[in-house]
């Protein structure tokens, strides 16, 4: 009786006054003792006020009950679905949405419902998968800002392929520790692409040659990557590049000059298919038949695997002799060695990458020569 004494007041009462009354209402069906028939109706009129005309009354109810477990779920989901304003309550807040509802909301949903989603205290993995996917720069902002959400691997890497290129975005992922090493390498692509877009650097420098700096400074970046992560993210990282089509010669022989030994070898074991440990064998005490027949194996040419050679014999030399730097040393001799009779183009254009990953070296060097020389001046 009271439930429809309540329903025939709310047909002529003013907006504001049933908006007054569904909070009550709803803070009544929490906090009060009732008994199962006066809670069966409480609900049923709360029910009824999900089709109110006024969004003031839908609001009203929403602040009241969207936070807590014991609200009915069928009023919660449909307040969910309501207009902004509204939704925001029980998107954010109640504790009854599930993760396929989660999810469903976020497909079917406004930019705005994704990103009350990403506000939630806490975001499961699948909920993140999704909003990773699917989410704007603003919706993967406030997920990745999110200490409550639990973001897999893939979902990271989903969000540098999608998103990379916006900076603030590219700078919380690397910022995390768990982002997969595959991922970091996209985002300094995204970075090479962002420094080859800039109007200054593509009024200054000459197209090609603009291409091949954001090329080797891709390549650079992931070679420094390679040397700092774990055995297993390396296989990882190796057969990203690999099915991307980076594993060229230039980057294999930046990686082998600068010494990174692991990633080297993991290279040329998913290259070739062979047993690891006979790849590892070959490289660190084969002979010199044994070494270039595994190099064309990997599909490197008979004109440059001499290079190879001569590069894996440098290596070994250079990692007898801890004082050295392995890189200036081992690219200074290669090209001592092979400069002036480098006939194929395939090796003159790996000769001056060499060159100029030696200069490099060298300036860096003369960098640090120079800081440590006014320290001990000062």
Known sequence: MIVEAFLRWAETAK????????????????????????????????????????????????????????????????????????????????????????????????????????????????????????????TVLCLLENDGAVIAPYSLKRIAERLGHHCEIRNLLLDREDLPVDARQLLTQHVSVALCSLPLAQALIDPSRLHRISREANEAAIVSIAGE??????????????????????????????????????????????????????????????????????????????????ATLLWRDASKNLSATMLGDVCGKLLEKFRRHATHGAQRELLEMIERLHIAEQRQHARAYAHVASLAAA
């Not at 009915?72 to 939704?87: F, H, K, T, W």
């Not at 294999?252 to 993991?266: D, R």
């Not at 998913?270 to 002979?287: D, F, H, K, P, Q």
């Open 15 to 138: 907006a504001g006054d049933r908006a007054r009354a569904a909070n009550a209402l709803g803070r009544a069906y929490l906090q009060s003792e009732m008994a199962a028939a006066e809670r069966a109706a409480a609900e049923m009129a709360m029910t009824f006020l999900l089709d109110d005309p006024s969004p003031k009354v839908r609001l009203a109810l929403a602040e009241a009950i969207a936070w807590s477990p014991d609200a009915p779920r069928a009023v919660i989901l449909s307040l969910a679905a309501d207009q902004p304003e509204i939704a925001c309550h029980a998107v954010t807040c109640s504790p009854l949405l599930l993760d396929a509802e989660l999810v469903d909301l976020a497909a079917s949903g406004s930019d705005v419902t994704r990103m009350l989603i990403a506000a939630r205290g806490t975001i499961s993995r699948p909920v993140s998968a999704a909003l990773a996917e699917i989410g704007e720069e603003e």
């Open 229 to 310: 992560i774990t055995s297993r993210e390396i296989s990882d990282l190796v057969e990203h590049l690999r099915a991307s089509g980076h594993l060229t010669p230039s980057f294999l022989m930046h990686a082998l000059c600068s010494g990174k030994v692991e990633f080297f070898a993991s290279a040329i074991v998913n290259l070739t298919g062979c047993e690891e440990r006979r790849v590892r064998s070959i490289l660190a005490t084969g002979r010199m038949h044994a070494v270039r027949a595994l190099y064309e194996t990997a599909g490197l040419s008979r004109e440059i695997s001499a290079l190879f050679v001569e």
